[in-house]
């Protein structure tokens, strides 16, 4: 969700949003970080519980667990949470792609970019146990600020106008499909937090869930 300040005048239009929100995937919650105990062992037999925190991923399909110091490997987990995305801890500001992780303890699937971010076909049927925040171990890195990828919006990032209501991100140096619009500034814990020259509230999520963005010129 976001709301868009027009100047001048204090006229303010509050628009509902899949948007910003569906980027995240994670919310904050009571939920435990999954690996520490009664997890399913690594289907790939490398690690006690598979992708538990600080372990690496292999490259393309299927995602195994493989050592980091590998050739293959691909990406570092930086937090493992049980239960789904959507009502799961929020990822750390530097994931890149969240993977999720089937009842056998295997990977369901990945996060694709922000506008194709999808809990997967496990949540849907239940058989989700849990998530891994995932760091590529090289560049390119989508989930940086401005990058224009990435399962969450944090400031740096900017956004576009997809549709009525609706923000998604894309790269604040115009390399991707959409050029930017907003860019988000800071994050506070209220819309009356904000400067005054605030052009568009976004939902972010977190300890500070509302970002102040300011239209790019």
Same mark, same amino acid.
């Given at each position: ?12 239009v509050?628009l509902?949003?899949?948007g910003?929100?569906a980027?995240?995937?994670c919310?904050?919650s ?7 105990s009664g997890?399913? /062992?690594? =289907? !790939? ?7 538990g925190?600080?372990d ?7 995602? %195994? ?6 050739e293959k490997?691909a990406?570092?987990?930086l937090a493992r ?8 801890p929020?990822?750390?500001p ?5 993977l999720h992780?089937a009842e056998?303890?295997?990977p369901a699937?990945a996060?694709g ?5 999808r809990d997967g076909p496990a949540?849907?049927?239940g058989?989700?146990?849990g ?6 171990l090289?560049? /390119?890195? =989508? !989930?940086?600020?401005g990058?224009g990828g990435g399962?969450l919006t944090?400031v740096?990032?900017?956004v576009?106008?997809? %549709?009525?209501?609706e923000v998604?991100e894309?790269?604040c140096?115009g390399s ?13 814990a209220?819309r009356d937090r904000?400067?005054?020259t605030t052009?568009?509230?976004?939902q972010?999520?977190g ?6 963005a300011h239209?790019?010129?």
């Amino acid at each position: 969700m976001y709301e868009r300040r027009r100047a001048p005048g204090p006229v303010r239009v509050l628009l509902s949003a899949l948007g910003v929100l569906a980027l995240t995937g994670c919310h904050p919650s009571s939920g435990a970080p999954a690996g520490l105990s009664g997890q399913q /062992p690594s =289907p !790939g037999g490398y690690g006690d519980v598979f992708l538990g925190p600080a372990d690496c991923s292999s490259r393309g399909e299927p995602v %195994r667990e493989v050592s980091c110091r590998s050739e293959k490997a691909a990406a570092r987990v930086l937090a493992r949470y049980s239960g789904v995305p959507s009502n799961g801890p929020a990822c750390p500001p530097a994931t890149d792609f969240v993977l999720h992780i089937a009842e056998n303890g295997g990977p369901a699937g990945a996060a694709g970019p922000p506008e194709d971010d999808r809990d997967g076909p496990a949540e849907e049927t239940g058989t989700l146990r849990g998530y891994a925040c995932m760091r590529n171990l090289e560049p /390119p890195h =989508p !989930g940086d600020p401005g990058q224009g990828g990435g399962p969450l919006t944090v400031v740096g990032d900017c956004v576009y106008a997809s %549709r009525e209501g609706e923000v998604k991100e894309t790269a604040c140096d115009g390399s991707g499909t959409h050029a930017p619009e907003f860019e988000v500034e800071s994050a506070v814990a209220s819309r009356d937090r904000c400067p005054g020259t605030t052009d568009l509230y976004v939902q972010l999520g977190g300890d500070s869930p509302v970002g102040c963005a300011h239209r790019v010129r």
